[in-house]
């Protein structure tokens, strides 16, 4: 029913910055939560950071807050991960994701019902 595109993933040095933007195409539900999930290699996807329909008190991981900040347009069926003071341990394969509670703001991936391919970010030291 929908297709989830990312793009803006890389190779950047320590201290640099990227800016992840997943796209939704196909039949768009009325109303949705989006999620950031990353999956560094040989480890289980964990989640990054999550927005509601409403835009309202985003979520993050311990590990990024303060550094990330999750933003979409709903007019656009889009969100973006901006991704400041990058870190080796941040390298992993980033997927953006649905939830189609519009109302909840989810840590768990359970509740996420369609993905996207994921895009590469890694960085060196």
């Known amino acids: 029913q929908v297709q989830l595109v990312e793009s803006g993933g890389g190779l950047v040095h320590t201290g640099g910055s990227l800016r992840l933007s997943c796209t939704a195409s196909g039949r768009t539900f009325d109303g949705y939560s989006m999620g950031w999930f990353r999956q560094p290699p040989g480890k289980e996807r964990e989640f990054v950071a999550a927005i509601s329909w409403s835009q309202i008190s985003p979520s993050y991981s311990d590990s990024v807050k303060g550094r990330f900040t999750i933003s979409r347009d709903n007019t656009k069926n889009a969100v973006w991960l901006q991704m400041n003071s990058l870190r080796p341990e941040d390298t992993a394969v980033y997927y953006c994701?649905?939830?189609?509670?519009?109302?909840?703001?989810?840590?768990?991936?359970?509740?996420?019902?369609?993905w996207g391919q994921g895009t590469q970010v890694t960085v060196s030291s």
């Open positions: 994701a649905v939830d189609r509670a519009p109302w909840r703001i989810s840590r768990n991936s359970d509740n996420y019902n369609y």
